[in-house]
C-alpha cells in the first residue's frame, strides 16, 4: 500500500515528513522529544486505526501510540516510525441514566471531566486536563476522586480495541476477560483503544485545597504531624505535599461536603500549628471543574522535563530527613500524593496495576528551558530520586521514564509480569506495541 492508497483508505489524514502540519503533529508535551515518525496516521475511528496497524505490519515500521502526549519519554513519536495519532478521536458521550461515559481513545482528560459535569457527574481523573485519557487509564489512573472511587482503570466498564492483527475486540469482565484485567495498569502493550467506558458518580460540586508553608529548614516537625494526621484522612481527603525551590507546603484537597472539609483542614491546621507556625496558609475553595484545570499552566507544554517516581509503604522520618535535604545544585521540585482508600479495597490480583498498598506517590520533577542544562537537570534529578531509593517499595508505571526491564519490575510483581507475559503472547506475540513500557512476549525474553 502506498501513501495515496493509505490515504484512500482512511477518513482521518495521513502526514508526511514536509508536510505542513507534520511538525505540529509530531510535537509531544516533553519539549525534549524531537523524533521524526516516516508517517503520521490521524486516525478519525476504529477502522483507521485498524488501517494503520496492518500498514505498519506490512511496511514493517514501527508502531508509537499517541493520545495526550504526555508519556515522558516520548514512546507515541516512533522515529522512522508510525506514529498512530488519536487525537481527532476525541469525542466523550454521557449516559446520564446509566451513569456511563464512552470515551474515545485520544480524548483528553479535560473534554471527559467537562461531559460528565454537564450531567452532575464525574469519575476518577488525573490532575491535569490536557493529559491523554488512553494513557493514563492504561497505566492506571490516579486523581482526586480515587481515594472514594479508585482509579480510572478502576472505572473502565469495558474497552474497545484495536489487536496488532488489524482487528476490533470489545473486552469487558465477560468477553476476553484476561485483556480486560491487562488493560487495566499494563499501559499500551496489547493494543490499541479506540473507546473507553467509565462508570460515573455523582459530581463533588465545590472542593477545597489547603496549604500550609514552611520554609524547608523548619519543616522537619510540622511534616512529621501532616504524615501521622493522614493515617486517619477521611476518603474525601488527599494528603499532598510539595517541595518548590526552598519551601515546603503540607495540605491536603477535600471532595466532599464543604463543612466536613473545613474541619478536617482546622484539626490539620491545629496540629501543624502546634509543630511550628507556618510562614503562609492558602486555603481555597474551588469547584471541582476549576480543581482539575488549576495545574494546567504550571505543567504547560513546551517545557524540556524529566521525572522519576516512586511508592512508599510508610513514610519514616528518615524519609522526610531525605526529602528536606535539599542542598543539591538544580535540586528538582517533590511532590507527594497520598494513596489508599478505595484504591486499596481492590483486591491486588484483580488488575495489572499493582502497588495497591502505596500509602504515598514520590514524584522528582525537574522543567527547564536550555538544552544546554539538560545534563544538569536531569542528573540532579536522578541523584534526588536516588536518595529514595532505599525507601521505595516500586514505582507506578505512568511515571517510569528511560528505566526498562528494571522499571517494569519496579512497577510489577514478578507474578504479575507472568500473567502480563501470557497476555501478550495471546494478543501480540511478535511484539508489535513495544514503544510504551515493555511487556515483552516469551519468545523475546
Ligand atoms: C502534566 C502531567 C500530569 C500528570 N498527572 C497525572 C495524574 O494526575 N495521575 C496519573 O495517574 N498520571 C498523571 N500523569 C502521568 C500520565 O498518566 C502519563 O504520562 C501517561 O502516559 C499520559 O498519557 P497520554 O495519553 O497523555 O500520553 P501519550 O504519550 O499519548 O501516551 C503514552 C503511552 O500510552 C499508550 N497509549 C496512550 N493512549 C493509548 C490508547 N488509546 N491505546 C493504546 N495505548 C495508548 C501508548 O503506549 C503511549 O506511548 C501526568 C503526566 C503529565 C505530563
Redesign the pocket.
Known amino acids: 500500500m502506498t501513501r495515496a492508497e493509505l490515504q484512500a483508505a482512511i477518513t482521518g489524514r495521513v502526514l508526511e515528513p514536509g508536510d505542513d502540519a507534520y511538525d505540529a503533529a509530531r510535537a509531544?508535551?516533553n519539549a525534549m522529544i524531537d523524533r521524526r515518525p516516516r508517517v503520521i496516521v490521524q486516525c478519525a475511528d476504529a477502522a483507521d486505526v485498524a488501517t494503520a496497524v496492518r500498514f505498519a505490519g506490512e511496511h514493517d515500521l514501527e508502531v508509537?501510540?499517541?493520545?495526550?502526549?504526555?508519556?515522558?519519554v516520548?514512546?507515541?513519536v516512533a522515529d522512522g516510525g508510525l506514529m498512530i495519532d488519536?487525537r481527532p478521536m476525541g469525542a466523550v458521550a454521557v449516559d446520564p441514566v446509566e451513569r456511563r461515559a464512552r470515551v474515545q481513545?485520544?480524548a483528553l482528560l479535560g473534554a471527559l471531566d467537562r461531559a460528565a459535569q454537564a450531567h452532575g457527574l464525574a469519575t476518577t481523573a488525573?490532575?491535569?486536563s490536557h493529559?491523554?485519557?488512553?494513557?493514563?487509564t492504561?497505566?492506571?489512573?490516579?486523581?482526586w476522586l480515587a481515594r472514594q472511587h479508585g482509579l480510572s482503570c478502576d472505572n473502565v466498564i469495558s474497552f474497545e480495541v484495536v489487536t496488532a492483527e488489524g482487528e476490533t475486540l470489545r473486552v469487558d469482565a465477560a468477553s476476553h476477560p484476561d485483556l480486560f484485567w491487562a488493560l487495566r495498569g499494563g499501559?499500551?502493550n496489547f493494543?490499541?483503544?479506540?473507546e473507553f467506558e467509565f462508570a460515573l458518580h455523582p459530581e463533588p460540586g465545590r472542593v477545597i485545597s489547603a496549604e500550609f508553608r514552611y520554609p524547608v529548614a523548619e519543616a522537619g516537625a510540622p511534616m512529621r504531624r501532616w504524615r501521622d494526621a493522614s493515617d486517619a484522612a477521611p476518603r474525601q481527603a488527599t494528603w499532598t505535599a510539595a517541595i518548590v525551590e526552598q519551601v515546603v507546603s503540607l495540605g491536603l484537597v477535600w471532595v466532599g461536603d464543604p463543612d466536613d472539609g473545613a474541619d478536617v483542614i482546622s484539626r490539620l491546621a491545629d496540629e501543624l500549628g502546634e509543630a511550628a507556625e507556618p510562614d503562609a496558609r492558602v486555603v481555597e475553595p474551588m469547584s471541582y471543574l476549576q480543581l482539575q484545570t488549576r495545574e494546567d499552566d504550571i505543567?504547560g507544554h513546551a517545557w524540556r522535563r524529566y521525572w522519576k517516581g516512586h511508592y512508599f509503604s510508610e513514610l519514616h522520618d528518615d524519609v522526610i530527613d531525605a526529602l528536606l535535604a535539599r542542598d543539591d545544585a538544580y535540586v528538582p521540585n517533590v511532590s507527594l500524593q497520598a494513596y489508599g482508600g478505595a484504591i486499596a479495597d481492590v483486591l491486588d490480583g484483580a488488575t495489572a496495576f499493582s502497588r495497591r498498598d502505596a500509602a504515598f506517590e514520590f514524584v522528582a520533577a525537574a522543567r527547564w528551558q536550555d538544552p544546554a542544562e539538560d545534563q544538569d537537570r536531569i542528573a540532579a534529578a536522578r541523584r534526588c530520586a536516588g536518595t529514595m531509593d532505599r525507601f521505595a517499595n516500586g514505582a507506578?508505571v505512568?511515571?517510569l521514564g528511560d528505566d526498562g526491564d528494571r522499571g517494569i519490575r519496579l512497577a510489577y510483581s514478578e507474578e504479575k509480569l507472568a500473567r502480563l507475559t501470557d497476555v501478550k503472547d495471546a494478543y501480540d506475540p511478535g511484539n508489535l506495541?513495544h514503544?510504551?513500557q515493555n511487556i515483552r512476549p516469551s519468545t523475546a525474553r
Open positions: 509531544v508535551w508509537g501510540v499517541r493520545c495526550g502526549g504526555h508519556g515522558i516520548g514512546h507515541a488519536l481513545g485520544g488525573g490532575n491535569v493529559t491523554g485519557v488512553g494513557g493514563l492504561l497505566g492506571g489512573g490516579m486523581g499501559g499500551g493494543g490499541v483503544v479506540t505543567e507506578y505512568n511515571v506495541f514503544l510504551n
